[in-house]
């Protein structure tokens, strides 16, 4: 509890001392203020206590809960300190856009440890809403205000079921907490229509925030034309609080319901992993590319949410590991070349400009595909191997469908390794010394993934 008093006075403060138009002032206090909620976080996985002793029933901080909120923090982290030279670029303005990316850490932290649905709810809010206003940042690129309105639209609408499907829960269980719901579902005190028409509308909600198929069409837009550093964070962090808010809901919550919504689960992951892949293989930009790559990793991981191991925790959290670290790492890259039409073409022999950024591209890329001994490969095998034997016809599509992934991770590769005509009067890319330490990181943290596997 203490960590997330810590980031929400961060971005309070961040937001006021923008007022000196110092952005570096801005940076250091975000980062001092992060690290120090990771620290927090880490002191509570090892003591079970928080320095500041609150206690709100809506709010637990177990050991899953610490796991993902120090894994998002984390990503945040990189992300700030990767898109600093972004934010920069409007000194009026650094502080908002940097404090509403903690805001909505804030929210992921609720979302991730809520124990009602009514907190829930308030956190997916608190995490959706500055997102709605960083997708649109970039006034003068229509593109950018096209993203934030479908983003707002479609969120809205999904908001609007979701709250519909939790009021037929309500109704079937009297009870918006999710320990008081689970055992009404499994001592058969709730049944019935009301409640399995209650689970299955927030089924499709939570897969339209988690970006699955036939729910993703907002994503690519979306992706799109939102400014560069906003897709990593909605990639990464966003992804993240809605799969672990997926588990915690329906492995424990609605875990008496199984046998009703794990078959319409089942059908949605291979039709995500499908589509994801084989709409990713026809793209011409990066970020349309990654948004198609991000539905079929949905699918992947949503794997772990169907099962019901006692390990889906642990190997959810692998994947997202993986996927996130690798992404985050993209995202700087992409910064770096800074291509306005966001074109796969326009990464053409970056490995030559820079080796490392090539080191770390190739190393995200392998990781996205799944080659050992990268994080990617673990997260994948984990979710995989513990899914086979309950699900075998669903890991050996995932698996088909990952061969169809690495084709165009693939391409990607060959683009930037691939040598320019003129390579003699080629500008070098010069990352900053924070994106150096960003990119680093990430490579590192891909390259020791089987350690922190096992």
Request: proline share 3%; with cysteine.
């Amino acid at each position: 509890m203490d960590a997330l008093i810590i980031v929400f006075v961060t971005g309070l403060i961040s937001m006021f001392i923008a007022m000196a138009k110092k952005p570096v002032l801005v940076l250091a206090t975000a980062m001092i203020g992060l690290s120090s909620a990771l620290a927090l976080m880490i002191n509570q996985w090892w003591t079970g206590t928080g320095f500041i002793q609150l206690n709100y029933e809506g709010l637990l901080f177990d050991k899953p809960s610490i796991l993902y909120s120090s894994l998002a923090i984390s990503f945040v982290l990189l992300i700030i300190a990767g898109g600093y030279s972004y934010f920069k670029q409007e000194v009026e303005h650094t502080g908002e856009y940097i404090s509403l990316l903690i805001f909505s850490l804030v929210g992921a932290m609720c979302m991730i440890a809520f124990t009602d649905l009514f907190m829930f709810f308030l956190g997916l809010e608190i995490l959706s809403i500055p997102i709605y206003v960083m997708v649109g940042s970039k006034k003068r690129d229509i593109l950018s205000t096209e993203a934030s309105l479908k983003y707002f639209f479609t969120g809205s609408l999904a908001t609007g079921i979701l709250l519909f499907g939790t009021a037929w829960v309500y109704g079937a269980t009297g009870s918006f907490k999710i320990n008081e719901i689970s055992a009404a579902i499994l001592d058969g005190s709730a049944k019935g229509a009301l409640l399995n028409v209650g689970i299955l509308i927030m089924m499709a909600a939570f897969l339209f925030k988690v970006g699955a198929a036939p729910f993703h069409f907002w994503s690519p837009d979306v992706y799109g034309g939102a400014p560069t550093i906003v897709t990593g964070f909605m990639a990464a962090v966003v992804k993240l609080a809605g799969l672990f808010a997926f588990l915690k809901l329906f492995t424990f919550t609605f875990w008496g319901a199984y046998p009703l919504w794990s078959g319409a689960l089942f059908g949605i992951i291979i039709l995500t992993v499908i589509v994801g892949n084989l709409s990713a293989l026809a793209q011409t930009r990066f970020k349309r590319m990654l948004a198609f790559s991000s539905i079929a990793n949905a699918g992947y991981a949503l794997i772990a949410i169907m099962n019901q191991s006692n390990w889906s925790t642990w190997n959810l959290w692998m994947y997202i590991y993986g996927y996130g670290f690798a992404i985050i790492a993209l995202i700087i890259i992409s910064l770096l070349v800074n291509d306005e039409n966001d074109s796969i073409e326009g990464f053409r022999g970056v490995g030559r400009k820079n080796p490392f950024i090539g080191f770390v591209l190739t190393v995200s890329l392998l990781s996205l595909a799944g080659v050992p001994p990268l994080a990617g490969f673990f997260g994948k095998y984990m979710v995989f191997a513990a899914a086979f034997k309950q699900y075998p016809v669903l890991v050996i599509t995932a698996i088909a469908t990952s061969g169809i992934g690495m084709v165009y991770y693939l391409r990607f590769f060959m683009t930037a390794m691939a040598k320019e005509e003129n390579e003699s009067t080629v500008e070098k890319l010069k990352p900053s010394i924070l994106q150096t330490i960003v990119l680093l990181i990430c490579a590192i943290a891909l390259l020791i993934g089987g350690y922190i596997a096992y």
